[in-house]
C-alpha cells in the first residue's frame, strides 16, 4: 500500500516569510511523528501526534513552529518567520498505534531551505 | 546533552565482509533500540529492532548485539554488498514517550 507522503518535496523560501509542510500519514495509523534532520545528522524529534492531539511537542525549538492534525489524519507543520537555521529536511513518520515497539515508517521527507 | 553515540562516522569494506556500527546510550529508561537505514534523498526505514531483555537478534544478514550493563548495542552486517552502502542510524525511545531519539549516523561504504 501508499506509504507516507510529504509534500511539498523541496521548498525555498526567504529568510521571514511563513511556510506550510504536509504530512499524509498510512491510511490507519492513529500516531504521527515530525522530524527535522540536518545536513550530516540523524533526525530529532519535533512533535508527536496521537489521534488529533498532540502528544508530545517538547521538541519544538521556539513558537515559530506549530503543527497541526485536525482530523487525525494529514498533518502540517507551520513556521513563521523562517530563519536560515531553519533549513534541513522536515521528516514526517506515522505508526499504526503508539505502543512500546510499534514501527515508525517515514516520509521522503521535505527539503526546506530559506534564503 | 546527546543521549546516543554512534561510532563510526563513515566505514569503507569490502564486498563480502563484516560491517560493525556501534552505538552507546545514556538514558537506562530506554527500552526499545531499533537500527534504520537511509538511502540519499529518501526517508529513513526501519531495518532490525531490539528490546533490553535479549542480547542479540538476527534477520537475515544483520544482527543486533545488546549488553545492557555496558549500555552499548551494536549492527552486524554479514556478506556486505555494494546494495547495503547507506546511512545507518541506531536509535532509542523509551516505553514511556515513544519519540526515537537517533545517533548521529555512520555512512557505509562497500566497494565491490
Known amino acids: 500500500g501508499a506509504g507516507v507522503s510529504q509534500t511539498p518535496s523541496n521548498k525555498v523560501t526567504e529568510k521571514g516569510k511563513y511556510v506550510e509542510l504536509r504530512c499524509d500519514p498510512i491510511?490507519?495509523?492513529?500516531?504521527l511523528y515530525w522530524y527535522r534532520q540536518s545536513l550530516g545528522q540523524g533526525p530529532e524529534f519535533l512533535i508527536y501526534?496521537?489521534?488529533?492531539?498532540?502528544?508530545?511537542d517538547s521538541g519544538l525549538p521556539n513558537d515559530r513552529f506549530f503543527a497541526v492534525r485536525p482530523e487525525g489524519s494529514v498533518s502540517t507543520l507551520k513556521i513563521q518567520r523562517t530563519e536560515r537555521g531553519d533549513s534541513a529536511v522536515y521528516l514526517c513518520?506515522?505508526?499504526?498505534?503508539?505502543?512500546?515497539?510499534?514501527?515508525?515508517?517515514f516520509g521522503p521527507g521535505t527539503r526546506l531551505l530559506v534564503l | 546533552q546527546q543521549q546516543v553515540k554512534q561510532s563510526p562516522q563513515s566505514l569503507i569494506v569490502q564486498k563480502g565482509g563484516i560491517s560493525i556500527i556501534n552505538c552507546a546510550y545514556e538514558?537506562?529508561?530506554?527500552?526499545?533500540f531499533p537500527w534504520y537505514q537511509q538511502f540519499p534523498g529518501k526517508g529513513p526505514a526501519l531495518l532490525i529492532a531490539?528490546?533490553?531483555?535479549?542480547s542479540e537478534k538476527k534477520e537475515g544478514r544483520f544482527t543486533i548485539s545488546f549488553n545492557k550493563s555496558a549500555k552499548q548495542f551494536s549492527l552486524h552486517i554479514m556478506d556486505s554488498q555494494p546494495g547495503d552502502s547507506a546511512t545507518y542510524f541506531c536509535?532509542?525511545?523509551?516505553?514511556?514517550?515513544?519519540?526515537?531519539?537517533f545517533g548521529k549516523g555512520t555512512l557505509l561504504t562497500v566497494n565491490p
Open positions: 513518520a506515522s505508526s499504526l498505534t503508539s505502543g512500546l515497539g510499534e514501527t515508525q515508517y
Open positions: 491510511s490507519g495509523h492513529t500516531a
Open positions: 501526534f496521537q489521534g488529533t492531539g498532540a502528544a508530545d
Open positions: 538514558n537506562t529508561a530506554f527500552d526499545y
Open positions: 531490539i528490546r533490553p531483555d535479549v
Open positions: 536509535a532509542a525511545s523509551t516505553g514511556s514517550n515513544y519519540k526515537l531519539t
